[in-house]
């Protein structure tokens, strides 16, 4: 069995996004909690992200694994600035190791300033990731101690990837790609590039709220605190997310004010067959994962949105 056939048998159809704003600071007791919460509500998956100078993600993924029995646990994504890439693939291997079959690791190459605040130059993102790669595929002849050198536990490594270029690069070097902030659009021509032997996992950022237009004013408000200041989405100049609306038909108006057309697109909001039909969509479109990430205050609150939607997008 290859290891994308295995992922995707493990995975399953829907899976778990936690904001990293969150999980970066909640304690490592609400985290263990809420991961078990999540194996038992029947999700396939768990994933958060990681910035420059905050908690090390595969320390917070051992974490999470060795709380859960049988949940997958992905990186989305660990941040290529964080570690020399030796590094980062000695710790996807260890944790592969530890936990077979249960690890799924993200690499990405994050913003401009995650590299700056490392001392680093963001350069030519494309060409980082190649370089990146490169290293981590390479084995110092230092580090092949009999130890070292045993037969790895095989794992999968997907890219954070929108655009065309750094999804070709996913296909190329990589088992598929773990596109972020981004419509279903994108889910389709990921699968379009990459063809029916790699992973696409996509994050659905979810606002649930029964009340179709409260859930919507939500969403504005959401965009207004999170989205342009974490540059998430940002300006069309400033953001890959942006450029990726454009290269999708979206004006630069549009993606500069994220407008209604930009939240309907990149959030699925309302109520649990609302968010069920977007989750839908996207595995039509050849996702073979879909992460639900749920606007929340906190850790908790995030499960109980998760339980309140797992009947609905569970179904899915």
Known sequence: MTTVTEARRRLGRIGVWLNNAITATAPA??????????????????????????????AKLGVWLAATDRLVIGSGVA???????????????????????????GVGVGF?????????SYGRPLARMREYL???DTRPEAALTPAASRAETPYPRVLAAVGPKMLALA???ADGAHPYAAPVATTARARAILGPGKLVIPEQLVIYDPDPAQAREQA???????????????????????????????????????????????I??????????RLHEHLSAGADHVLINPVAPDLPATVDILERLAPAVLDV
Not at 112 to 120: C, I, M, N, T, W
Not at 241 to 259: A, F, K, M, P, W
Not at 268 to 277: C, K, M, R
Request: no cysteine.
């Open 134 to 136: 490169d290293e981590m």
């Open 29 to 58: 007791d609400d985290q263990r909690r809420a991961l078990v919460r999540i194996e038992q509500l029947g999700y396939g998956s768990a994933w958060t992200g990681e910035s420059t100078g905050g908690r090390d993600i595969f």
């Open 79 to 105: 941040n290529m600035w964080a570690r020399p890439g030796i590094t980062m693939a000695a710790g996807a291997a260890t944790l592969a190791e530890a936990y077979p079959q249960r690890f799924v690791l």
């Open 171 to 173: 296909g190329e070097r």
């Open 268 to 277: 699925a909001h309302g109520d649990e067959s609302a968010i069920a039909e």
């Open 220 to 266: 504005r408000a959401y965009r207004a605190q999170s989205l342009s200041a974490l540059q998430v989405i940002g300006g069309a100049a400033g953001s890959p997310y942006g450029r990726n609306l454009i290269r999708l038909g979206y004006t630069e108006e549009q993606v500069s004010t994220v407008d209604d057309t930009v939240i309907d697109a990149i």
């Open 112 to 120: 401009p300033r995650q590299a700056e605040s490392v001392g680093r």
